[in-house]
């Protein structure tokens, strides 16, 4: 079974970096897509990254450019890195597997996932 367990800071000023990694406990070919959600207080869980397990990666426009979704080595840990963070950065931030194949991953229109780690809560202030 793929347990999530999520490691990071929660304060954070405009500009920083933020970068938080899922250790995965189960083999790394369990799961077909992983993914990086957030979901700002009063909105919708929305995917920012995702990377299937062919390593087809795909970003959300709101964070395109400023965002890096990777994987160690042996596929047992999911990293996220964001820099230059601005407030609207701000939400709980939640990492996410899936052992189906498809499409789904990278169309960002399902999100529905097996799999989830323990969202933490970002604060972006100066």
């Known amino acids: 079974q793929v347990q999530l367990a999520v490691f990071w800071g929660s304060s954070l000023q405009p500009g920083w970096l933020l970068r938080p990694s899922c250790a995965l406990s189960a083999h790394w070919y369990s799961c077909y897509c992983f993914r990086w959600f957030r979901q700002a207080p009063g909105k919708g869980r929305e995917v920012v990254a995702a990377v299937a397990v062919d390593d087809s990666i795909r970003y959300a426009d709101s964070v395109k450019g400023r965002i890096t979704i990777s994987q160690d080595n042996s596929k047992n840990f999911l990293y996220l890195q964001m820099d230059s963070l601005k407030a609207e950065d701000s939400g709980t931030y939640y990492c996410?597997?899936?052992?189906?194949?498809?499409?789904?991953?990278?169309?960002?229109?399902?999100?529905?996932?097996?799999?989830w780690g323990k969202g933490t809560l970002v604060t972006v202030t100066s």
């Open positions: 996410a597997a899936d052992p189906r194949p498809g499409g789904y991953c990278l169309a960002f229109n399902d999100a529905g996932m097996e799999y």
